[in-house]
């Protein structure tokens, strides 16, 4: 787990240290893929931890969601629709399920822990 | 299968963290940079050197009114506020000047006056521009037809006719007088209008202009009108 939030904060440093910059006009998309990997990453966790986590799905959902966000925004841009509104929304229901569930697992599991430890 | 598992989340927390630190440079770059080339700066600099030479000439002349005053205030302290409100006045464009300077005469064309077409006035924006352009030189006293143009000197149309401090000018021919302070000032500005583009557009009006030679001795007159300073007021003291 630890590995992981290293994982976090060294791609956040090498962002941040090198001071790569997109065009402000591909900002939009960048914003709805951070969105979109988020999603994943939570819906990952939640699938570690109800046991139904398989590489492949997590791995091909990251970046299919990705693409497909930013797709639909850019699309969204010639057609003048804001279809990224419609990602934005799925994405952030989704995001909050996840969190949701993911909280309950883990609430559950500490209060399990801790009347078994009653009971001994 | 556990260290797979942790190898794949750190990989994809590495790319969500990458992008995240790349789109918060990107939203987070400053709106305006300062893209002036070297030239631009050392003019910018050049500008604020003049402000402060002008600043300390006025201090200077400040200084020696004060010194004045404070060598007068024994003797006769009214004869140098005199001098002052003179200099005031003067400066405001309420007295007449005498000095050297120039005529302009602005006249019909000879083609209109060939063609026999109607002798228009001269325009208020027209008038202006002239004016603005005479302005670029510091220091000079105008008057146009007559009338003399302070600071706050509106040229407009009033009922159809232009008019300086509401006031008609007459139709051309009529003169303008310019005192320019030195003649050496007054060649300039001659050569200046001379070389002018706007005579061009006096000629679409059917105008001429002549710029006389400069002259030793040129009177403007004085403004005659009251001075209405409406939103002006004193400074409280401090």
Known sequence: ?120 | MKKKVISRFTMILFVIGLMTAIQFNTVNEPDSRDTRDVWEIRQELAREKQLHSELLSEIGTLDETLSKYEKAANDSPEQVLKETVEVLRQDAGLTEITGPGLEVHIEPSQEAIVTGQNIEQISPALLIRFVNEINRFKGIELSIDGKRVINTSPIRDINGRTAINGKPIGTPPFKMKIAAGTLDNAEKLSNHLKASPILDNFYIDNLSVNVMEPQEEITVEGYDGELELEYLEAAEEE
């Open chain 1, 1 to 120: 787990m630890w590995l992981s939030i290293l994982g976090l904060i060294l791609g956040l440093s090498l962002g941040l240290l090198t001071d790569i910059r997109i065009p402000p006009e591909y900002a939009n998309y960048l914003s709805i893929a951070v969105l979109a990997a988020l999603d994943t990453l939570f819906g990952g966790i939640r699938a570690h931890l109800q046991q139904v986590y398989d590489d492949k799905v997590f791995v091909s959902g990251f970046f299919f969601n990705i693409l497909l966000a930013a797709g639909l925004a850019f699309l969204g841009v010639h057609l003048g629709v804001d279809l990224y509104l419609a990602a934005i929304f799925a994405f952030g229901v989704r995001l909050f399920q996840n969190i949701a569930v993911i909280r309950r697992i883990l609430l559950s599991k500490w209060t399990e822990k801790k009347s078994v430890r009653e009971s001994v």
